[in-house]
């Protein structure tokens, strides 16, 4: 949880862990985690093995106090592009890029997005674990 004064906060943040992102037992990403020790703010950076671009955002993004850090999981998608980490808010949507480069509308409630062919999980919840994506849930 955050305080109330993360947004004063003149954050800081220390390296607080990993998640490995898993397809057959097989790490294909992960999702380095940091924390400011004052606040307790948590930002992420996701990174895909073999792809070394520069991300769109510079320094530690941050995301608003009614978000946490998630990953949305899609089944239609293969490989690296099968999960995409993202702010995931309490209710409300996310936006996916699909099939095709298609961008779709996942609707998110109590922070999880599941249609059928897309799934999510919570960053805070598998900090220090391998997280299995080729089935249908989490397996660590």
Partial sequence: ???????????????????????????????????????????CEEKRLGIESITDT????KIAQNEKWGVVVCKLQKGQDKW????MPESGAVQHECLEEKVIR?????YKADDGQ???????????????????????
């Fill in 1 to 43: 949880m955050m305080s109330s004064d993360a947004d004063s906060c003149k954050h800081q943040p220390v390296y607080y862990g990993v998640i490995n992102i898993n397809i057959d037992e097989r790490t294909i990403g992960s999702i380095d985690v940091w924390r400011c020790p004052a606040c307790t703010t948590r930002f």
């Fill in 58 to 61: 510079i320094g530690m993004p």
């Fill in 84 to 87: 995409k980490l993202v702010r």
């Fill in 106 to 110: 996942l609707d998110v409630e109590s």
């Fill in 118 to 140: 897309h799934w999510s999980f919570l960053v805070d919840d598998h900090v220090n674990q391998a997280v299995e994506i080729s089935g249908r849930g989490i397996e660590h």
